[in-house]
């Protein structure tokens, strides 16, 4: 049965899952933030300063392009009511602020509360609404997160909680200017099912930690439907935002994200593959990928991870589609230390190519599979046209193909000034630039930096095997080799 074009419209918004219609976030939203590293000690050297490392390091042209400031900017209001900036922190206001990274090729995120104060006890924007949006839009800002602390006891139903986020999405149209607007509600009144209605992304968990697997009481609130689930807490690791999220990862669209929150790579509490692993889950669950780390200090090996463009071109992938669970397996032995939980996470790309992850949360070394039954299950019980084809197996973290060598990462850091950073990109690794081949024709052209290392092939009806190390991810893109673009064989299918 086919659906007209106007009857699949309808069907869209009738499900309340059409994204909000102001034009940006049409892929993941990308950038930096102070808050995982620097909390409270914010300035605007800071942020001019970080980005300029950001370009330098070639991150801007990877796509890192929103600079955003956190909690702890402002000093108050005025006798009218409108926020100052703190003169210690921002000596020449916001506006310099936003004025200095234009200038560098970025875009300004800001950040404040929709209650009566920020998390961190300074001016919130509860009541404020118009004020502050006008503040934002007049100081050149294109990016706003905003908080739920101090809400006022305004929560408790999706109702309640949208009316006053939704304050703000009305007052940053109101004033014209183009601000993407980012919901930092931490998953609270199943914020999954109205966020995109008014916002181009939002958080679904509380704070993230730098563990991958380890429990915190802190994060006890793990379960959206869970009535006593009303403070989701701070500490959540890795896998409990996963975990959290796998549910109802198909709100994400093109305009508006489930937001899995700052990535932790680079603080140094996780393991190399734990971190492979948390930057790779984010990028294909589509995820805003906002760096948390402090780029003055960044090693080569947290460098050649969000920097590997074959990772990030999944997160930008036009189709828009986060990957599904397609299965987790709690009881996995694992020697002497118990039982450990894997997963299999399966989805399609724009091309027809298909992105496999296999997950390993367990404290042990395990051998994983999947058949490609399994992974093209969303397609048909095992009648999904896909089965009946080979397909070459792509490695995203293959040592040859896309990714930067950790030797490389260490020159592009040791290098002298800005001018050999930018010739050592350009000159001697050709290193992707997506400012000038952005990630969908970079993609549609097969350019081999976004296809990592080409591993092998899977015959029809095969299945993908692989020793994966513990607490790691191994992340495959699969590209037919049958002769026959899949997505156009399923259309064609279902117009017959
Ligand atoms: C939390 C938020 C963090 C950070 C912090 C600032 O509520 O989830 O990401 O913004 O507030 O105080």
């Known amino acids: 049965m086919r659906f007209p074009k106007e009857g699949l419209l309808v069907a869209l918004s009738a499900s309340g899952v059409r994204a909000v219609n102001n034009g940006l976030a049409r892929t993941p939203q990308m950038g930096w933030n102070n808050w995982n590293t620097f909390h409270c000690s914010v300035s605007s050297t800071l942020l001019t300063n970080t980005a300029k490392l950001l370009t330098e390091y070639g991150l801007q042209d990877l796509g890192y392009k929103y600079v955003v400031l956190d909690d702890c900017w402002s000093s108050g209001r005025d006798a009218n009511g409108k926020l100052v900036a703190d003169t210690t922190k921002f000596p020449d206001g916001m506006g310099a602020v936003a004025d200095a990274l234009h200038e560098q090729g970025f875009l300004f995120g800001m950040y404040s509360s929709a209650g009566e104060m920020t998390c961190a006890r300074y001016a919130g924007s509860l009541d404020y609404e118009e004020n502050d949006a006008q503040s934002f839009a007049d100081w050149g800002v294109d990016y706003l997160k905003y908080d739920n602390c101090y809400h006022m006891g305004r929560f408790g139903t999706p109702l309640i909680s949208f009316n006053r986020f939704n304050e703000m999405a009305k007052a940053l149209k109101k004033t014209g200017r183009s601000i993407l607007y980012s919901l930092c509600n931490w998953g609270e009144d199943y914020v999954h099912t109205w966020g995109g209605s008014i916002a181009n992304s939002w958080r679904i968990s509380g704070d993230i930690y730098d563990s ?106 036009p189709r828009g589609r986060a990957i599904q669970r397609i299965s987790r397996d709690l009881d996995v032995p694992v020697d002497r230390h118990g039982v450990g939980e894997t997963h299999v996470w399966s989805g399609p790309l724009a091309n027809g190519d298909q992105v496999v992850i296999f997950l390993n949360a367990a404290d042990a070394d395990l051998d994983m599979s999947a058949s490609l039954e399994d992974i093209f299950i969303m397609d048909g019980v095992g009648t999904a046209p896909q089965i009946q084809q080979d397909w070459a197996v792509h490695d995203l973290w293959g040592n040859s193909g896309s990714r930067m060598s950790l030797h490389d990462a260490q020159a592009l850091l040791d290098a002298k000034d800005a001018d050999a950073r930018r010739s050592f990109l350009q000159t001697k690794l050709d290193w992707y630039n997506a400012t000038e081949l952005p990630y969908a024709q970079g993609l549609s052209r097969r350019d081999p930096r976004l296809f990592g290392e080409r591993i092998g092939v899977v015959e029809a009806g095969g299945k993908i095997s692989a020793r994966v190390p513990r607490h790691a991810a191994k992340v495959f893109r699969l590209q037919s080799v049958s002769g026959q673009d899949t997505t156009r064989k399923s259309l064609l299918r279902d117009e017959l």
């Open 212 to 317: 991958f697997a380890r429990p915190d009481d802190l994060c006890s609130c793990t379960n959206a439907a869970d009535p006593a689930c009303i403070a989701p807490g701070t500490h959540c690791s890795v896998l409990a935002i996963i975990n959290k999220v796998a549910p109802y990862i198909d709100r994400g669209l093109p305009g508006g994200w489930n937001d899995l929150d700052m990535l932790e790579v680079g603080h140094g509490g996780m393991t190399e593959e734990e971190y492979k692993a948390h930057f790779s889950m984010w990028a294909a669950l589509k995820s805003p990928l906002l760096l948390g780390n402090d780029l003055r200090a960044m090693t080569a090996s947290s460098l050649a991870i969000i920097n590997n463009p074959a990772i990030i071109a999944l997160n930008q992938d």
